[in-house]
């Protein structure tokens, strides 16, 4: 009788003491995996807004030659794929705030520029239309001059974006 009573206190403290010590493991492990992810996804999310600032720096080039043809791509698919998930992982609201102020900013220019590339490859934008009060111009000569002056005036902000996400991401 007495070894039954030995194995069900035996049991009783090593339950005592093993859950409380694998809950805390657990805890211990779970805090490092979350800090891994976390460190993973700033990283993902720096080199994107790197790759960016590489693009507005090209862009800055072209706007001052703009009769060389322009393909560029903006990269958009990190800022994409964690538009929620940055929420979840990091920790400051503000910087996820910034990061999807970039991504707005980001694909409001993506969308300028596709304007622009259909712009100079359709077919009929460079045919002459008579326009009422008697001008004759094509869309070509009218829609580029103000898609570049519109491109012109997204590069500053974008650029103030990124300078200061590159400063918060790589503290």
């Known amino acids: 009788m007495s070894d039954i009573i030995t194995l069900i206190l035996g049991t009783a403290l090593g339950a005592c003491l093993g859950i409380p010590a694998g809950l805390l493991l657990d805890r211990i492990l779970r805090k490092k995996a979350d800090a891994t992810r976390r460190q993973q996804l700033r990283a993902a999310i720096l080199n994107a807004v790197v790759s960016n600032a590489d693009v507005v720096a090209t862009l800055k080039d072209w706007i001052q030659h703009t009769d060389a043809w322009l393909s560029l791509n903006v990269d958009l698919s990190i800022f994409e794929a964690t538009a929620s998930l940055k929420y979840e992982v990091l920790d400051d609201f503000e910087l996820c705030q910034a990061i999807d102020h970039l991504r707005f900013e980001l694909s409001h220019l993506a969308r300028t520029l596709d304007q622009l590339l259909d712009l100079d490859f359709h077919p009929s934008a460079k045919l002459s239309v008579s326009w009422p009060g008697g001008t004759k111009e094509s869309m070509y000569n009218l829609l ?22 590159k400063r918060r991401l790589t503290r």
């Open 144 to 165: 580029r001059p103000r898609l570049i002056e519109a491109i012109g005036g997204q590069l500053g902000p974008i650029s103030q974006c990124i300078e200061e996400l």
